[in-house]
């Protein structure tokens, strides 16, 4: 399961992983995300914040995730991965070989560091 937040006013959409990942979840955060995404053209900022990450349900849960990501990655500028997970860790050297966005990894005790460098400093 993952909660989201999406902040219309900032562009702003955080993510936090709250167990093994399932398809539904992606579903569930396209239909929120695509709206906004359709009236402003793209979304400012995303933040992924879990302590470790927690994995996949199943393998339609790891197809859906990948199918997010590349439905929406050149849609978002930055990327925070706030996490103490070395998998997140490497995440921003990945992805800078497939994504648009600027991503970068800070420590979870960096997540308001994370936030002013998202450009939204106000949703502590």
């Not at 925070?80 to 005790?109: K, N």
Request: hydrophobic share 50%; with cysteine; charged share 25%.
């Amino acid at each position: 399961m993952i909660r989201y937040e999406l902040h219309p006013e900032s562009g702003l959409l955080i993510l936090m992983p709250e167990g093994r990942l399932a398809a539904e979840d992606f579903t569930q955060i396209a239909a929120v995300v695509d709206p906004y995404i359709a009236e402003k053209g793209r979304l400012n900022a995303l933040m992924i914040h879990a302590e470790s990450f927690p994995g996949w349900q199943d393998f339609a849960a790891l197809i859906a995730h990948l199918k997010f990501v590349k439905d929406h990655h050149r849609r978002i500028a930055r990327i925070a991965a706030v996490s103490d997970s070395g998998f997140l860790a490497v995440m921003p050297r990945i992805a800078q070989h497939f994504l648009t966005a600027d991503v970068r990894y800070f420590r979870c005790e960096e997540r308001d560091k994370a936030l002013e460098w998202l450009g939204d400093i106000t949703l502590v």
